[in-house]
């Protein structure tokens, strides 16, 4: 009889309760709350990038304030600036090494499409490099519009079927 | 701006084959590639002329001989005045101009960009390799028949190129170039393409 072992079933009393979740979500929750970027900062909206960070904005709200310099710690890469093609086979390097799962966030008219600079020298949008989650239009961006997109990139990483792409991968 | 009026004639009478070239602001001279040096270290040493401002080159384009003419700036900060100088290169095919950066060591970046973007080789320069496109770049994108959009080629890490398939693209030029226009209202100073009637879908009208 299962009142003789009392100790082999579930004791609320002393156990805590019970949370019942998907894998996914609670995966997702994971890493939507500390999503650490890789600061790509190019040009001149590197300078908003860490105003972002800094205390009036407070990146940090959103677990996003860890700006790893090493891509082998990061997860998310903020392209922040204007990719030259001198620049785009460095960045392209550095987004494989950054472990997977990974995300891009183009930050800016430069990096979502080459801005304004239509020549010879300016890789024409990050897009053709790396794939990108999320596009931040502006030139430069405020902070606000950086802190949306991050929280658009946990919106869109809260809907990723995880569990089935570990257990594929 | 102070000019340095008595040195117009201190330079032709020093060095005969200097002529005095056209100029809108500071004195200028054309002197012979052979002579340039030799006329920057005597401004620098006898002129006071210390400071080295830009190193540069014109490209009047490919019909035009000679095609390409090195400019140095000069600076003289106890006269507090400019002087140009201004030497055309002997072949119009493979330009080359005996470097300045034994003159001065800030030389060295302005003639390493000289010959990056016009494709200008300054004999006897240290280290004259490229210095803002890659090592390995076909073309030197200043001269004249380069297009703004530049034109394709590959990327410069081979590895990555492989991975990407796809390299140095031209630049959509769509409404022609990219640029502002001075004046107000800031709404149409900013740049933009000018010319809408053509974009990535409409050809451009002949
Ligand atoms: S989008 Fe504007 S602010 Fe950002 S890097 Fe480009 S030019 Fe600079």
Redesign the interface.
Known sequence: MATDAPELTYNSKIEGELFVTKADAAINWLRNNSMWPMPMGLACCAIELMAAASSRYDIARFGAEVMRFSPRQADCMIVAGTVT??M???V??IY?QMAAPKWVIAMGACASS?G???????L?GVD??VPVDVYVSGCPPRPEALLDALLKLQDKVKKERSLSKLLSA | MTTDVEITTAVSSQFPSAAPRASADCPAFNVPATEAIAVLQWLRDRQGYDFLMDVTAVDWSAEQSPRFTVVWHLYSGTKHTYVRVAANCASDTEPSMPTASGLWAGADWHERETYDLLGIKFTGHPDLRRI???DGYP?H?LRKE??????PTE???P???A??K?G??????AGG??VATPGEPMSEAE?RAKDEAWNEHNEKPE
């Not at chain 1, 304004?116 to 300016?122: D, F, H, L």
């Open positions: 093609y001198k785009a086979p460095i392209r390097r494989d080459g304004m600079y239509r020549s010879y020298a300016t024409q053709r490099i | 803002l496109m890659w073309y994108p380069f297009p703004l959009a530049g034109l990327i410069s890490d590895e990555i190129a991975e990407l796809e140095v693209i031209s630049a959509p030029m170039p990219f740049p």
